[in-house]
């Protein structure tokens, strides 16, 4: 099973960390052992996604918009 959210910005205060806690639980109901979550290395997102507990960095080259991006990967406890 597979589930894609997007969001570009948000101006909602703890908008990013909301959406993060909302697609852990949804890992959690459906028994699905990985988040894996990807930001532009524009935005600087970094330190937010440690601060979310992401363990694993991968740096791609020219990808979105020909931009360097990340993806950040967590695993999720799902007992």
Not at 19 to 42: D, F, G, R, T, Y
Not at 64 to 77: L, S
């Amino acid at each position: 099973m597979c589930y894609e959210i997007v969001c570009l910005s948000s101006n909602i205060n703890q908008g990013g960390q909301k959406l993060v806690e909302h697609a852990i639980k949804k890992c959690q109901e459906e028994n699905i052992p990985k988040l894996w979550c990807w930001s532009m290395k524009s935005y600087n997102a970094k330190g937010f996604y440690e601060k979310m507990k992401f363990s694993e960095t991968y740096l791609l080259k020219k990808q979105g918009f020909g931009e360097d991006c990340y993806f950040f990967g967590r695993v999720i406890d799902t007992n």
